[in-house]
C-alpha cells in the first residue's frame, strides 16, 4: 500500500550516480517509479534521510524499512 505524500521518499539514479526525485504509483502488486530527470535508472532508494514518515506500507499495514537497490 502506498499512501499519499506531498513529496516523494522515493529517488532514482541513472548511470552517473546523481539521485532525483521520483514519482510513485502502485500498479496491481507493482510499485511504478519515474523521473523526468532520469531517462536510464540505475539505482533506487526510499526514505534515504533522517526521521522520515513513511509512504509504503505491507497488507497488514506495517512500514517498509529504508532501501537503496542498484538496478540491473
Do not use: C, M
Amino acid at each position: 500500500l502506498l499512501k499519499e505524500s506531498p513529496s516523494s521518499l522515493f529517488e532514482l539514479a541513472g548511470p552517473e550516480g546523481t539521485f532525483h526525485t521520483a514519482k510513485s504509483r502502485i500498479n496491481a502488486n507493482t510499485l511504478i517509479l519515474s523521473s523526468v530527470q532520469v531517462s536510464e535508472p540505475a539505482a533506487v532508494r526510499y526514505a534515504w534521510k533522517d526521521a522520515v514518515e513513511g509512504v509504503l506500507f505491507n497488507e497488514q499495514g506495517l512500514p517498509a524499512p529504508s532501501f537503496h537497490k542498484e538496478l540491473d
